[in-house]
């Protein structure tokens, strides 16, 4: 405890300066969704790509629009509908301060956009020509190595009899990570490009394959790939005459609240709560790299003033279904033909919006699940149909929304929801979802507490209050349940989850805050007995943090979170994390750098803690520390000339408490510690 102090104690010493605009809030969505989430491979990095994409080039609030402001994910549609009506009726902004006179638009608020807005009176027109595109666009490539540096079982040597007892105990690939991206971009108006991937242990090139075994070489079916093993391409043209938007290649698709259309990830609950309504931006190009949350085909928006028609075709394969199992009960792993189409009507007015979704999606086998009690209402079968309607206005203060959707076999889905601003210092999010437990759509992104869109119903209530200009209070209560059973929990549950922050910042220099979240859920017990029944799980996460400045040039960030997780059995399993940052960054020079030193210790992996890290731009990481240990990482930016950009990461957990990491796993390391390096190099011309 000597130590957590002397960590933070110092750090109230500073007034002065200004701090300038961050991704706090966007870090603290992303470390929830990894805390919800069950899938330890998730990739969020497509969340990332439009705010990585508005710091390179920040959107005029002079010459924007209400879908461009909403792709932000940083305004409410209030906040949104006082700044437009604000340039409509006094005139074009002179500087980004005068945000300050528009209700909605606090000092915080406006910290948060600066590095993804500006000011100015240069208009790009979408009216050019191939030589103005040319001359004006930007084209960039970007390529990415990592690996762990460690020796991982996986990757090790072995023998033909081994091999064949145990055809999985072995990568064909290397152990490197490679990126690569082409990307031309014109203003909003225009973009193409291709992304190519390879990740750790697929192969790059087949003659480099380190198993010459003609028998395995004939088991893996002719399925290794010369190159990369992902490649995704996109051409995308944006708001010219009556073509509000044109997709060829890779693109997303996303509607409504997420009930009927929403082929990406989505931000789920958070500190943010007037987030739990989403933004859909429409077609949008892909050009991320998780292999499976997107649409492949074309697609198109036409619009005619207030009113849009969008339809769209998809045709891409789609890895692990499982269909039915051999003779011997083994599993059959498949890779089917996913074909979907779909569109979307729609009136967007200045206060009233409405939409219908429709979309059809078939594959070309039966998706068929291992029946179960817990899963047999789900979708198990080759085609499904969705239709929904959606609709979001603006009366006051008042911000109403909510989907209702359907599906082919009857199922049915609701939400509906309203945000209130009752006063510059208060707001208030109400919002209920109703999704039954036979509603099946396998592209949908709803409001929920589970993975899925379905089996759950739940009233959330947030409040954000600012009693002065340096305190804000947030707080919402979620309370949920599930009326069928799920799986590990064989009866119907109920949960809830509760969140109060406080932030205060007494200076332009210094942010702080303070969290506590309190989350108990059903679960089967874990005490062997005649019957099954439920018991309640109970996890509380206390979180204080402070970033604050030094100089201009120096930045410094602290945080310390305990964690506690109540079994079934009353006992209490507890860990910590506590971490430093230094951020250098100074105006006009070409280095900067972030380091951050942590140490954790937990009693498992249930109490875990997760934290966001700063990472080469368009990737990510957001560790779960656990065990007990430290961690360390560097984070090198360095631009070589103006066109050149070069970034270069080092990482290293080391656990005192172990001798192997992940026993068991392919990754498996004879040893403590894990290391990671990361280069990228970005070229503009």
Do not use: C
């Not at 209050?465 to 590990?488: G, H, M, V």
């Amino acid at each position: 405890m000597i130590f957590l102090f002397t960590f933070s104690f110092p750090l109230f010493t500073f007034s002065q300066d200004t701090v300038k605009g961050d991704d706090s809030e966007i870090q603290q969505k992303l470390e929830n969704m990894a805390e919800n989430s069950t899938d330890e491979e998730a990739d969020y990095s497509s969340l990332l790509e439009g705010l990585i994409y508005f710091k390179e080039h920040p959107i005029n609030l002079n010459k924007t629009n209400r879908e461009e402001l909403q792709s932000l994910q940083l305004l409410t549609d209030i906040q949104i509908n006082n700044l437009l009506t604000h340039i409509e009726k006094d005139g074009k902004l002179i500087t980004i301060y005068e945000l300050q006179g528009i209700n909605g638009f606090d000092l915080q608020t406006i910290q948060r956009l600066l590095p993804y807005v500006k000011v100015s009176d240069n208009f790009t027109s979408a009216h050019f020509t191939l030589k103005e595109m040319f001359s004006n666009g930007q084209h960039a490539v970007v390529i990415r190595y990592g690996r762990v540096l460690e020796d991982q079982t996986g990757f090790a040597p072995i023998d033909s009899a081994a091999l064949f007892k145990s055809q999985n105990s072995r990568y064909i690939g290397s152990p490197d990570k490679v990126y690569a991206r082409y990307r031309f971009i014109y203003g909003t108006n225009i973009s193409w490009g291709i992304t190519a991937e390879k990740d750790q242990g697929e192969l790059f090139f087949k003659n480099k394959q380190k198993f010459n075994y003609s028998w395995y070489e004939n088991s893996l079916n002719g399925n290794q790939k010369t190159g990369f093993d992902f490649y995704s391409a996109h051409f995308f043209l944006k708001n010219v005459k009556f073509v509000r938007s044109l997709a060829i290649g890779d693109y997303q698709a996303t509607f409504g609240q997420g009930l009927t259309i929403w082929s990406g990830q989505a931000f789920g609950k958070s500190p943010d709560i007037m987030s739990v309504k989403k933004s859909a931006g429409g077609i949008r190009p892909y050009a991320s790299v998780d292999e499976n949350r997107f649409m492949r085909g074309a697609a198109t928006t036409l619009g005619y003033k207030q009113f849009e028609a969008t339809a769209f075709y998809s045709r891409k394969r789609v890895d692990a279904n499982v269909s039915d199992t051999t003779d011997t009960g083994e599993a059959l792993a498949i890779s089917s033909l996913q074909e979907t189409m779909g569109g979307n009507v729609a009136y967007k007015g200045k206060q009233f919006n409405v939409g219908v979704s429709a979309m059809s999606y078939q594959l070309d086998v039966d998706y068929k699940r291992a029946l179960s009690y817990y899963n047999q209402f789900e979708f198990s079968s080759s085609k499904n149909f969705n239709v929904g309607a959606d609709y979001n206005f603006i009366v006051r203060n008042f911000n109403f929304f909510g989907e209702a959707s359907m599906s082919k076999n009857g199922g049915k889905a609701f939400v509906n929801g309203v945000l209130i601003s009752m006063d510059p210092r208060l707001s208030l999010t109400i919002l209920h979802r109703y999704y039954q437990r036979d509603f099946q759509n396998l592209l949908s992104n709803g409001f929920a507490e589970s993975s899925s869109t379905a089996n759950e119903k739940g009233l959330y209530a947030g409040l954000v209050a600012k009693p002065n200009i340096s305190t804000t209070i947030t707080a919402y209560y979620d309370r949920f349940e599930f009326p069928w059973l799920k799986y590990q929990v064989n009866a119907p549950s109920y949960g809830n989850d509760y969140m109060a922050q406080f932030n205060y910042t007494p200076s332009k220099k210094v942010d702080m805050y303070v969290r506590i979240r309190t989350r108990d859920k059903q679960k089967n017990t874990s005490t062997v007995d005649v019957m099954d029944y439920l018991v309640t799980v109970k996890q509380s996460n206390y979180r204080f943090n402070i970033s604050y400045t030094i100089t201009p040039s120096v930045k410094l960030k602290n945080r310390i979170e305990l964690i506690d997780y109540k079994l079934d059995n009353n006992k209490t399993q507890k860990g910590y994390l506590v971490y430093q940052d230094i951020t250098y960054s100074k105006m006009g020079k070409p280095f900067s750098f972030t380091l951050r030193y942590a140490l954790f210790e937990s009693d498992s992996y249930d109490a875990r803690i997760y934290a966001y890290e700063n990472d080469v731009p368009g990737s990510y990481s957001i560790p779960a520390y656990y065990d007990r240990g430290s961690r360390f990482y560097i984070l090198l930016d360095y631009n070589l000339t103006r066109r050149i950009e070069l970034w270069l990461r080092y990482s290293q957990t080391y656990y005192d408490n172990k001798k192997v990491i992940s026993a068991g796993a392919l990754t498996e390391i004879q040893g403590n510690t894990k290391s990671e390096i990361k280069a990228q190099v970005k070229f503009k011309f």
